[in-house]
């Protein structure tokens, strides 16, 4: 029998769930497979082996607690967690012990998911990079904001891991490491204990190797049971919205969008441009500005009291967030006001936008963990993103694209990746 | 000479800039003030008199540091604060100390207030009452959430402090206490490193006792000098909003709202009932299901791992939360954005709603709050609201009402709330 840390979180789930598997038996996979791979792949900062195995075995000796009953569950060490350091990436908070877990994590927990360690996340989620690699090629970045959560999952080290997106920091690691990555539509996943960056975009979601896998996560993280439950849809309406910037598109993402365009268009009802707002093409600096404003705001603390201890880029960030002035800002969410209104109504046409995720496979170098250009528009708008992983680039790194839906629309999202998935083989 | 602290906050702020008034002497007197009336209001969970003293005299020592330049803040107890404890309200938090303040908190120190001590807050920022009594009569509540908070401005102990509100929690307290209470627009100001609720509805905001001072107060938070800086329209264009629930109101509150729709028709441009949507009749049910909701989503961790912990209300509340279903939570969502667009609209034709704050007086007895009924709709829409005191009702406590501006208009707000309390003596 393979090693059940192989399995995806919903086989794994079906066995936990009949008994077929031990919950300690998985979680030692698990381990053992972390404690092989994670000097290579360096995804944790905190790992507590002994107390995963004994929550393991409480859970085997209890009654089956929730549709994660029994799965270890990465967290990336920007959510509280009531037993384990929370650091988020910066020396400021170096051996920081929360009261209470974030939320998130409870939810979870009550699920019956069990913490295995916190992951690496760039400092303060923004994008100064952490230490881990990519499993795929540890001289790449993993991606970033949510690294270690992203490469935890693509590795095989667990089925399941939490992040957090603002810019791009789900859907951008999730496709650096080639698996699945759900950010949820903005305001359906509590972020209480989640360390804030921008307040009109943070958005609690996260990892798993298959689309089955994010929608189970992303079911508890919503309490919307919808999201494992939808039927499948008999076809699709798709939106074609490489958007604004994508001219910054490498040959790798332009050669899987147009396959993926292709084998699509032969099998969904409709697949066409999407008409997108005729003054879209500043989207993506509109939604930076607005990020570095927020974020200006919920660092304040540390931009004014911690300087020092910040990254130079981080501290060049929130400098400039806090040139945003009031009038400005006021205009640009009026703006995006508009555009809510605007993309809302496509959905009336498209069941679906398919978009890019990443401008390229995953950058050399563990500096840089990527530009989210192509992520902007959905983070500003708060709508529902999951990345599809489609096979692999020129350098053997992970490709692939994203599908986004409409607010509150996620589980007719899931459904719909499924039937692409399904469709692409 | 009077003691400082009874001078307003904008008053204080001029001396002390002109070096006229030294933040020594403002701090000593709110000390000894709060030292003599403490012990019958009760507004502090902590104070550090000491740290308080040598803030001051190190502001004294150096440069004017911004538009709270030496002005004694109280911070209510869901703030996080990095040299103080922070306890929610609630024995899960008892004696928490948190890494870093919270973004609002650094936003004043920053712009040169100085924390005198954290105020009672219900428990959790929901329904159970804390021990701070009402300075105009300690038999009565004070309101809440903001307990402490308002108490501590209405009774001179300090010239402004910190509140939320997520239905009622600064409005309502303002009303009970007779001060000035904002509640900027919803995304306005930082929430990081405040205990959240509803994440669609909590808001950082404040109190003074003029509405300059709340106008202050709230231009350091938003960072909008717009909110201390605009000036005063030449009249108002009025719109009357007495809201459903109005058969709620006692006769002190109708008097109150009777005397004064007369006195601004006679002085405005426009004073006219307002266009609520036609199916605004349940707005505070609606409001009260997706706090709940919300809430239970938000205190996940307290609910499941210490309950025995909470109050029973708190308990009661969460339950109620945890059986909205996701499909009801989105169709209420569903018409909260309806509302939120049609009421835009209404502002087309009025520059504020004049709006019930609190049902009666100060509820008598400790144990009850009061009502947040009044408050609960432009909680949900996200609109900036500011309470206005206006006298005493027939138990010689505070009545007033409240007025509510468009979303993002802050500083008109303020500006129309200055012109009515000019006109109104």
Redesign the interface.
């Known amino acids: 029998m393979r090693a059940a840390n192989r399995l995806s979180a919903s086989e794994a789930a079906r066995l936990l769930q009949r008994r077929e598997l031990s919950a300690e038996q998985l979680m030692r996979d698990c381990l053992a497979h972390i404690e092989a791979r994670e000097p290579e792949v360096r995804a944790f900062v905190q790992l507590d082996a002994a107390s995963a195995l004994a929550q393991a075995r409480a859970l085997d000796a209890g009654p089956v607690r929730g549709p994660l009953h029994g799965l270890p569950l990465a967290v990336k060490d920007i959510f509280d967690t009531?037993d384990l350091p929370t650091e988020c990436g910066s020396p400021?908070?170096a051996g920081?012990r929360p009261?209470?877990?974030?939320?998130a994590?409870?939810?979870c927990?009550?699920a019956g998911a069990i913490v295995v360690g916190k992951t690496v996340t760039t400092e303060l989620a923004n994008m100064t990079a952490g230490i881990t690699r990519n499993p795929f090629n540890p001289a790449h970045s993993p991606g970033g904001s949510s690294s270690g959560s992203a490469a935890a999952v693509a590795d095989f080290m667990v089925p399941l891991s939490l992040g957090t997106q603002t810019a791009g920091s789900i859907i951008r690691p999730a496709a650096c490491c080639g698996i699945v990555g759900i950010k949820p539509s903005f305001?359906r996943?509590?972020?209480?204990?989640v360390?804030?960056n921008a307040?009109?975009m943070d958005t609690v979601g996260g990892f798993g190797r298959t689309v089955a896998d994010a929608a189970l996560l992303a079911s508890v993280l919503?309490?919307?049971?919808?999201l494992r439950e939808t039927p499948l849809p008999e076809s699709l309406r798709i939106g074609l919205a490489p958007g604004p910037d994508w001219a910054q598109a490498e040959d790798d993402v332009t050669d899987c969008w147009e396959r993926t365009a292709r084998a699509l268009a032969a099998v969904a009802v409709r697949c066409e441009d999407a008409a997108l707002p005729s003054d879209f093409a500043d989207v993506a600096a509109v939604q930076s500005a607005i990020q570095a404003a927020?974020t200006a705001?919920?660092?304040?603390?540390?931009h004014?009291?911690h300087r020092a201890r910040l990254s130079e880029a981080l501290v060049a960030l929130l400098d400039r967030g806090r040139n945003v002035d009031?009038?400005t800002l006021?205009a640009l969410?009026?703006r995006t006001e508009r555009w809510r209104r605007e993309i809302d109504g496509l959905f009336e046409r498209h069941d679906v936008l398919l978009a890019p995720s990443a401008v390229d496979e995953a950058p050399e170098g563990l500096q840089f963990t990527g530009d989210p250009v192509f992520c902007r528009p959905w983070s500003l708008l708060g709508l529902p993103c999951v990345h599809l992983p489609m096979g692999t680039g020129s350098s053997g790194l992970p490709v692939g694209l994203q599908l986004v839906g409409r607010l509150?629309d996620d589980h007719r999202l899931m459904a719909a990746a499924q039937w692409v998935m399904q469709r692409l083989g």
Chains 1, 2 share one sequence.
Do not use: M
């Open positions: 009531a400021i908070f920081n009261r209470v877990d974030a939320a994590v409870a939810l927990r009550e305001g996943v509590p972020r209480a204990g360390k804030p307040d009109s919503t309490g919307d049971a919808r927020e705001q919920a660092l304040a603390f540390e004014l009291w009031a009038l006021a969410r009026a509150g």
